[in-house]
């Protein structure tokens, strides 16, 4: 069988469309364009039913009510949503404390960021070497004026998992809410709002064969977590989100929870196979390590620093596969991925990582394709790697004083 | 980011990488740029007694735009006499790479590295000859490279 090129090994970014998804947004979008705020005709009602009946799928997949979920354009806004929502909901209450990681999303980060300019309280707290949240640190951060704790459940750079039970029972002995963004763990590992003390969920749709520009803010309604929206206007969804709501979009969401639901342990088996082939395979390259820990971890999602080789090179050399370079050295900038640093990466390290990415839809040729085209790259350019040299000299390349640029 | 022809043509099929033996005759070494910012450059030359650079390797720890400037930068030196080889510029290695503004560092490496090269090379003279030249500054501790290195002189000269 032959192997479509590049290949796609880059499912955090995004994914491909489930067949079953497009199928359905397209029937909706040609017979069911009504809008479904409209309440003086069919087309209106038959909108309003179809994206009642996705807000049940959605609100299924996390044991959720369905009066809990509310549509956005993604997990970017409700982040911002839950994060701003809350904080000035609360400030008048004097909780103006914020906790999140340093390894969150840079939507979570940026949010916090903004609410330091108006004067929140905003601790950002260190994780692991393996990428883990400590416990301990997090329960003496909290105080009497926090009012949210903000972490994610799946890493978007490395994978790992937050121990979301934890957080929550601690949140909730302390009396504090807990956001979490589930942008890269909904319907791919189970959530249960209820056992794991969730008050607030940020939902994407297109890192689970959903459509881009959809995506939902789970809110607690009992005990009940008020917050401040930031779109004024129609005062659609309940006040919370203001705007049209994408029928198509929100229908498209909805099946592919519903597929997620159905699949998942069918999607987990398939990914943890390809995944231990493909890790098996790389580390055997020596010199090759993981980024965050090995067992706490979603498998479709394998951050790999390659010793002696720098990232965008090795990206250059293996451009049969898509995949995304751990460092930012593609942007303008010179600093290597801020998630690395957090976990006590080495510039040197974090300069060589890549993040490899799979899905329903990646196949074991591909998975074969890769590792073969990775071997042959890492030998060629571990070969006019000066740093590689050293490392097989046994020179400590931190012994040298190199002058910084 | 599309990529130039050249610099794509130079990443694939890099010129002169590998290494000489830096204590050899007439060999300078340049290791320049720094493993935390994501960019090592080591270039070699190997020079004549009439100062001609006659070969040139490298390795790079780096992205496709520093492996191409410095395939580039061995591909330009090799047969220049040291001193115009010192002139060469990153504007010039920019120029022909086309290396798009978030690159042009990779270009001001590859000038530092030759640089770095010439001068390794002309300190390296410096001492061989420092035991019947006046133009080094001898230490104690250059006698026994000294000595290797004029085996390896008697070698190549048989050559």
Known sequence: MTVKLPIYLDYQSTTPIDPRVIDRIIDVMKNDYGNPHSRSHSYGWKAEELVEIARRQV??????????????????????????????????????????????????????????????????????????????ALENAITDETSLVSIMAVNNEIGVIQPLAEI???????????????????????????????????????????????????????????????????????????????????????????????????????????SKKFYDAVTALTHVYLNGDLEQRYLGNLNFSFAGIEGESMIMAIKDLAVSSGSACTSASLEPSYVLHALGVDDELAHTSIRFGFGRFTTEEEIDYAINLITKKVEKLRAMSPLWDMMQEGIDIKSINWKTH | MAYSKELLEHYENPKNVGSFDK??????????????????????????????????????????????????????????????????????????????????????????????????YKKNKGNNYSEGDSEGDSDGDSKDDANEDKMTVKKHKKN
């Open chain 2, 23 to 120: 204590n050899e005759k007439g060999v300078g070494t340049g290791l320049v740029g720094a493993p935390a910012c994501g960019d090592v450059m080591k270039l070699q030359i190997k020079v004549s007694d009439d100062g001609i650079i006659t070969d040139a390797k490298f390795k790079t720890f780096g992205c496709g735009s520093a492996i191409a400037s410095s395939s580039l930068a061995t591909e330009w030196i090799k047969g220049m006499e040291i001193d115009k080889a010192q002139k060469i510029t990153n504007k010039e290695i920019a120029e022909e790479l086309s290396l798009p503004p978030v690159k042009i560092h990779c270009s001001v490496l590859a000038e530092e590295a030759i640089k770095a090269a010439i001068e390794d």
């Open chain 1, 168 to 274: 929550g029972a601690l949140c909730r002995k302390k009396g504090v809410y807990f956001h979490t963004d589930c942008a890269q763990a909904f319907g791919k590992i189970p959530l249960d709002v209820n056992k794991m003390n969730i008050d607030l969920m940020s939902i994407s749709g297109h890192k689970i064969y959903g459509p881009k520009g959809i995506g939902a803010l789970y809110i607690r309604r009992k005990p009940r977590v008020r917050i401040k929206s930031i779109f004024s206007g129609g005062g659609q969804e309940r006040g919370i989100r203001s705007g049209t709501a994408p029928t198509q979009l929100i229908v498209g969401l909805g099946l592919a929870s519903e597929i997620a639901l159905n699949e998942m342990e069918q999607d987990y088996l398939h990914i943890k196979k390809l």
């Open chain 1, 59 to 136: 609100a299924k997949l996390i044991n959720a009510d369905e009066k809990e979920i509310f549509f956005t354009s993604g997990a970017t806004e409700s982040n911002n949503l839950a994060i701003k929502g809350v904080a000035k909901f609360y400030a008048t209450a004097n909780k103006k404390h914020i906790i999140t990681l340093t390894t969150e999303h840079k939507c979570v980060i940026n949010s916090c960021r903004d609410l330091e300019q108006e004067g929140f309280k905003i601790t950002f707290l260190p994780v692991q070497k393996n990428g883990l949240v400590d416990l301990n």
